[in-house]
């Protein structure tokens, strides 16, 4: 079953064979992590899944719409039209609406270290610096006794 999208949301707007449907589900689930791969970090309860949903179904509908995939010819008196096959699973306005939908999630944010000298004189390789516990031994003994340069 996918994680982003199933057989079922398909179901109303295309008659597509549960096995077909599956593995263009997959198929669709994997290009859209590699095109956007802070989409694989949404939690199964975020409200994000829903927009994500939204692209892969238009996506999966597109290519199944598209039948085999062969160079199809039209012609209308003197005029004709060549049509080819996609080229690939999304338009980039989709790929722009996946990135987006992983970059608005609140992972991968920036920490600070704060460098600014703490009160005392804790040694220079105190993990205090780093916002850490005392590790040279300044909070109990009032002056460095361990990791003392």
Known sequence: MGTFITPED?????????????????????????A?????????????????????????????????GA????????MSQSIAPRRSMFWPSEIEQLRSIGDSEDSGKAFSVDTAPSLGSHSPICSVYFGGACSCGYDIALEPIYEVE
């Open 71 to 78: 160079i199809t010819q039209e012609a209308v008196g003197q």
């Open 36 to 68: 956007a791969p802070r989409i694989a970090t949404l939690e199964s309860d975020s409200p994000h899944i829903a927009s994500v949903r939204a692209v892969l179904r238009g996506a999966i509908l597109r290519w199944h719409e598209s039948g085999s």
């Open 10 to 34: 398909l179901a109303p707007f295309a008659a597509i064979e549960s096995v077909k449907a599956a593995a263009m589900i997959a198929d669709a689930e994997a290009m859209a992590v590699l």
